[in-house]
């Protein structure tokens, strides 16, 4: 739900550009952007990449859609605005913000969100997602490139209405159905995560102070109801800044049911 209300200004363009003028689908996008950037800078939260880019996708094209005719607006904004979409994603892997990871970490502790499953999922959900938003913008180009002549309000011919919406709207549905599945797999397998975390012990600690350190330190963060199991711990720590008698340590443990 967080991915598509974050994808909110290109649905309700995609909604409305076949239906109404191209000026008003392009000012209520925009508006919609807008809104969407104004309340994540008072509320933070996840999908700073995609408020971006749709404010910037959704600037541009208001202007064009003023700037140019009718036909070329009938021809090219729809494929525009996917490609808008597209750039937005791919961007965000760009810098290390996958725009899917960052709605995934809302809610989850830190014991999954730091796990190697829930990076898996995310990044394989991510590249789902910039595949998706390509075939769309791909499709959504072959019309006027192969049919001079084609726009997205033609229904006369079959290419014109399978690739501007047919294709891509079975596309975006098979993108959210996986984001909806996908992520199932964190809490369904959460007993079986590797969770990562660090533990402070002191410099001369021998190993079973360490392992007892690292196995209270890893219930607490289990939780009520559990307890963790396959504690393991680091090689080596790491002194802490301006405490050298005491080392930061790494471990990783799993979770299960607390036996009674």
Known sequence: MGILLGLAPWIVYWVLVGNVPFAVAAVI????????????????GPGRVLEIGALATFLVLTALTFAVSATFSAQWMLPLSMLGVLLAAVTGVLIGKP?????????????????DLFAQITTTLTWIWVGVFAGMTVSSAIPPIVDGGATIRDTDS????????????????????AT???PDRITSGADDIVRKTTFVAFAE??????????????????????????????????PLTGDETRESWPSTYKVRDKKR
């Open 180 to 182: 909806r599945v996908l």
């Open 29 to 44: 996008a925009l508006a919609v952007a807008v809104a969407g950037f104004a309340l994540g800078q008072v509320r933070g």
């Open 205 to 238: 600690a021998e190993i079973d102070q360490l392992i007892y350190l690292a196995t209270e330190h890893a219930n607490r963060e289990a939780g009520p109801g559990k307890e963790a199991y396959d504690v393991k711990i680091g090689s080596k720590g790491t």
């Open 99 to 115: 725009f899917v990871r960052e709605f995934a970490e809302v809610g989850q502790p830190d014991a999954i969100t730091k796990s």
């Open 158 to 177: 079959p290419l014109p209405y399978l690739c501007y919406w047919v294709i891509p709207a079975v596309l975006l549905a098979g993108a959210a159905f």
